[in-house]
Nanobody, 119 residues
Framework: QVQLIESGGGLVQAGGSLRLSCAAS????????MGWFRQAPGKEREFVAH????????LYADSVKGRFTVSRDNAKMTVYLQMARLKPEDTAVYYC????????????WGQGTQVTVSS
């Protein structure tokens, strides 16, 4: 069983930066893609970014493109979300998720980490 542990959330002023981390652990597991999602109060969860583990291809939501960067460390089995030029509307609980195979959704999710951007 794979587990995802997130860290790095917090309170930051608008225009600031934060880096989220998500470490995957478990006995044996496959990773095809890891994604970041977020859910703001009263809103549905939305896609933020993903990275294909082999090759590093990335995809971003339009709302974060050019401000957020997703990356991974193969040796540490960790995915990162570097967030820059943060806006109050980026305030949300951020979740990482793991898709073990291509063509599948995300069966494994982290516990979430709060990001709050003050104006």
């Amino acid at each position: 069983q794979v587990q995802l542990i997130e860290s790095g959330g917090g309170l930051v002023q608008a225009g600031g930066s934060l880096r989220l981390s998500c470490a995957a652990s478990g006995r044996t597991f496959s990773v095809y893609r890891m994604g970041w999602f977020r859910q703001a109060p009263g809103k549905e969860r939305e896609f933020v970014a993903h990275i294909i583990w082999s090759g590093g291809t990335t995809l971003y939501a339009d709302s974060v493109k050019g401000r957020f960067t997703v990356s991974r460390d193969n040796a540490k089995m960790t995915v990162y979300l570097q967030m820059a030029r943060l806006k109050p509307e980026d305030t949300a609980v951020y979740y990482c998720a793991l898709a073990p195979y291509a063509g599948q959704g995300y069966p494994t999710w982290g516990q979430g980490t709060q990001v709050t951007v003050s104006s």
